[in-house]
């Protein structure tokens, strides 16, 4: 085989280009390499594929990156003329490597893409030598692209709504969770009933008669949506939030302690206080010996606040047992908590008795908090890593990816079924 022959295959443009020409900068660390599109492949229009009129040769050569070759950074490069298309205008050539707008190949967004969901920023970045701004971009196209044709709403019951806080928390994406999946099915940027709307307009009428079983944290506005547009599916609380709220009373609970302890000017006792937070935090099973020390001191200084612990344990544990053991738990438990005289815990109280229904309904049909909890976090985590990204669209790309159904494929690979 022909040297150009192998090059043309290693930069995925055999049979669709001929090399002209290759340039080795070593003081630069590139290569680039000049190719002509085949004769068949040209005019086409950018953005449909169609093809078109050409109009004129438009200004100067484009360059993508491609797929390193060796130590190398590799470009293509190729002539840019304009087609003027019926529907699109004057544009820029198709071009069978890349997507319209894009300044790599398709097989370097693949890999970006891959490597964005199982390695960290810094690595992506260095390894690639690209920056994390240019990195968003190119999983928004990749995600495009993995999930093209694909159906991601097909056959779903059991659906759970929740909503993400990114960029510290001033702006929020709504996510869908398939229960019986376990898998992210959709997200997007926006805390409002509009938003979710859009959700149900893509599921379409027919699919949302189907949904049996919505799980959410209770907030108003996804109830609004529930009611309009499946009124008929059973409505339950995560587990996950439940939890959450207990933990918040905890919390509150601990910082008036420590807040009284400061004022009386307590100042071990303020410190201590201070400690014992991720203790009163975590599941009680969870604790080291030391952790449950801590716990055996509090329980011994400041009775109020050991309560308030106990009531989130206990809440935590209604949602483990069987449906008889859970209803009475939890008839006992609402009766603890009114009764506590701790304020934060009445709250708790009250609020838990608001979303009764709700919350029998998650433990009639045992639905899980581990799988929830797993993928809030795993969310989190994306979020996180998502600092940097100027919009939204590439944190809910990064997350179908690395959450959904789909997985990227890496170049030259076949796409793999989700695990
Ligand atoms: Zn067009």
């Known amino acids: 085989m022909r040297f150009t022959n192998v090059l043309a295959r290693l930069l995925g443009v055999a049979g669709l280009a001929t090399i002209r020409g290759v340039a080795l900068d070593e003081v630069r660390g590139e290569i680039v390499v000049s190719v002509r599109l085949h004769r068949r492949l040209r005019s086409r229009c950018g953005r449909c594929g169609r093809k078109c009129p050409g109009y004129d040769p438009g200004v100067g050569r484009r360059r993508w990156r491609g797929l390193d070759l060796g130590c190398f950074k590799t470009f293509l490069e190729a002539d840019s003329p304009r087609v003027s298309c019926p529907e699109h205008g004057v544009v820029v050539a198709q071009v069978p490597w890349a997507e319209h707008g894009a300044r790599f190949t ?47 709403l097909r056959g779903v019951r059991r659906i759970g709504i ?58 108003t506005w996804i109830s609004n949506v529930l009611k309009a547009r499946c009124p008929k ?30 004022r009386g000017k307590h100042k071990q006792l303020a410190r201590d206080l201070k400690g014992a937070r991720w203790v009163l935090w975590k599941g009680g099973e ?67 008795a608001d979303h009764l229904d709700e919350i029998l309904n998650t433990i009639d049909w045992g639905l899980s908090n581990a799988r929830l909890e797993s993928m809030n976090t ?37 796409l793999p079924a989700a695990a």
């Open 286 to 352: 969870a604790l080291t010996a030391r952790q449950r020390a801590t716990l055996g001191w509090v329980e011994r200084t400041n009775r109020p606040l050991f309560t308030a612990y106990l009531l989130k344990e206990h809440l935590r544990l209604i949602f483990q047992l069987p449906w008889e053991a859970a209803m009475d738990l939890l008839i006992e438990w609402l009766q603890w908590a009114f009764d506590c005289g701790i304020e934060a815990c009445v709250e708790l109280a009250v609020k838990v």
């Open 162 to 219: 929740d909503e993400i806080s990114w960029r510290r928390g001033q702006r929020y994406i709504i996510v869908v969770l398939d229960h019986d999946s376990g898998r992210l099915i959709w997200a997007a940027a926006g805390r409002d009933e509009k938003t979710l709307g859009r959700f149900f307009d893509e599921l379409g009428e027919e699919r949302c008669k189907l949904i049996t079983h919505v799980s959410a944290d209770g907030a």
């Open 378 to 414: 795993r969310l989190r985590l994306i979020t996180r890593r998502s600092f940097g990204f100027h919009s939204p669209q590439p944190l809910i790309a990064l997350a179908m990816l690395s959450q959904g159904a789909m997985r990227p494929a890496l170049p030259g690979r076949a």
């Open 106 to 152: 398709r097989s370097f967004e693949d890999l970006i893409a891959w490597l964005a969901t199982e390695c960290s920023k810094a690595a992506v970045s260095e390894l690639l030598r690209i920056d994390w701004h240019s990195v968003g971009a190119i999983i928004v196209r990749a995600c495009e692209r993995v999930y093209a044709g694909q159906d991601r």
């Open 233 to 262: 599916a059973v409505r339950c609380m995560d587990p996950f939030h439940v939890v959450k709220w207990a933990t918040e009373a905890v919390d509150q609970a601990r910082r008036q302690a420590w807040n009284n302890a400061r």
